[in-house]
């Protein structure tokens, strides 16, 4: 059997083995979805940047994480980011199944929920003035949909979607300079939350509740 997630307490210290133990757990994770990566420059740097992720640096900016990896300039973590060919799908799949290996429960959860990143600037794929859950108002920002996976043996996301309001679907020129494809047309949230669940139901992830806010609970058809 496969040991399951460590969960830390609060004020709890963590001992050198277990951050060893940790490392080895995140190299044999990225054993699993390395294939997913058409060349080896960004298969190579795929396992620095998650390293970065889940390290002690403050911002996770390509700055600090391509530092953190020991490289002086950002541009291979804004290569992996930007243009680098792997399927994001499959790396999600491949999440999923690792999950279920190691938190898998009939009489799990699933959480629809929402975040959002607030940003400066117009290029961001969906970014635009609407209203950030972070700060409570209306801002520059992109939305996320995301679903969490809840169980007795510990909690972690299992699907994403990002939301693309109508004045980005309908400005096909500006789709393209994100790299958002001439296919993707408008959906509303709980579309995508419905969208997400069906790819959990297709896969038989155990599930006995799902819940979520009023927003998406007065839908009908989700509910249904």
């Keep these: 059997m ?43 740097r795929a396992l620095a940047f998650l390293k970065g992720i889940v ?4 911002r996770k900016n390509n700055w600090q994480l391509a530092e953190h990896a020991g490289e002086a300039r950002p541009d291979g973590m804004q290569r992996l980011l930007n243009s680098a060919v792997w399927d994001a799908d499959l790396v999600r799949d491949d999440l999923r199944a690792y999950i279920l290996e190691r938190l898998g429960d009939p009489g799990a959860i699933v959480v629809i929920d929402e975040t959002s990143f607030r940003k400066r600037g117009k ?17 520059n920002c992109q939305v996320g949909m ?3 996976y809840t169980s007795s043996k510990g909690s972690t996301l299992l699907d994403r979607e990002l939301y693309l309001p ?7 020129e500006r789709c393209r300079e994100a790299g958002i494809p001439d296919e993707v047309s408008f959906q509303t ?6 969208r997400m669940l069906e790819r959990i139901f ?10 979520a806010d009023s927003v998406y ?6 509910r249904t």
Excluded at 26 to 31: F, T
Excluded at 55 to 58: D, H, L, N, R
Excluded at 166 to 172: A, F, H, K, L, S
Excluded at 189 to 194: E, F, H, N, S
Aim: aromatic share 8%; charged share 25%.
């Design 189 to 194: 949230k709980p579309k995508l939350a419905r």
């Design 146 to 148: 995301f679903l969490a």
């Design 166 to 172: 109508m004045r980005w679907t309908e400005d096909r």
């Design 55 to 58: 390290s002690a640096v403050e």
């Design 123 to 139: 290029k961001s794929a969906g970014v635009g003035m609407q209203h950030c859950g972070t700060t409570g108002q209306v801002e």
């Design 2 to 44: 496969k040991p399951p997630l460590q969960i830390v307490p609060v004020g709890v210290q963590t001992t050198f083995v277990e951050v060893w133990r940790w490392g080895q757990e995140l190299e044999r994770l990225y054993a699993r979805i390395s294939p997913r990566f058409a060349r080896p420059e960004p298969q190579r």
């Design 202 to 211: 297709a896969a038989q992830v155990p599930v006995a509740w799902v819940v």
């Design 217 to 222: 609970g007065s839908n009908l058809d989700l």
